[in-house]
């Protein structure tokens, strides 16, 4: 945390030294993406859970990958930390005692969801592909079984092993409460 705070010191000192109004707002506009990102949203990278920290609630959690042999590789959960929702992208650590540990690779704060709105976690696909493992978010009658009014879209990159935000076009959303 302490390289944090100095990248945070000079970053200021740049954006003080800055004349140019355009060219300051856009040092703060970095500043406050790396801030969020690096000293807030990482903070729990690389723990193996469970246990999830106390203050982490787990929210739904699906297994997107398998190695072979039918072991689970990877996994996507939904977690709350306050009053914020995060994605996290996990890969599997090890087996002991009949329970899988996994390790978080990714966390990735989600925007704040509007009235009316859902996250469907994982339950999305993008045109032209029958795999859900697009998580979602965005709103649809009850009585559809596909919502596409979708505003928000993010994708597991299992190569980097990260999450990554990808356009909403194209993308429909399974409705879990549809035939219900």
């Known amino acids: 945390m302490q390289w944090a705070k100095l990248l945070f010191y000079r970053f200021l000192d740049k954006v003080l030294s800055v004349p140019n109004v355009r060219h300051t707002m856009r040092y703060l506009s970095a500043l406050l993406i790396f801030a969020s ?11 193996v859970f469970p ?23 990877w996994s996507v959960n939904l977690v709350q930390i306050g009053a ?21 690779r990714h966390q990735l704060t989600l925007p704040d969801t509007r009235n009316g ?9 993008s045109s032209g ?37 990808m356009s909403p076009v194209g993308v429909a959303c399974y409705n879990e409460g549809y035939g219900v």
């Open 37 to 47: 990102t690096t000293i807030y949203g990482g903070e729990y990278v690389g723990i």
């Open 117 to 125: 709105e859902y996250i469907y976690l994982s339950l999305c696909k």
């Open 129 to 165: 592909s029958n795999e859900l493992n697009i998580t979602g978010i965005g709103s649809g009658p009850a009585d559809e079984e596909w919502h596409i009014k979708i505003t928000s879209a993010y994708k597991p990159n299992l190569n980097t092993g990260l999450l990554e935000s």
């Open 51 to 73: 246990p999830f920290p106390t203050e982490v609630e787990d929210l739904g959690s699906v297994l997107i990958n398998y190695q072979t042999g039918s072991e689970v590789e």
């Open 84 to 104: 914020k929702k995060h994605l996290w992208l996990n890969r599997f650590e090890e087996r002991k005692n009949k329970n899988a540990y996994f390790r978080l």
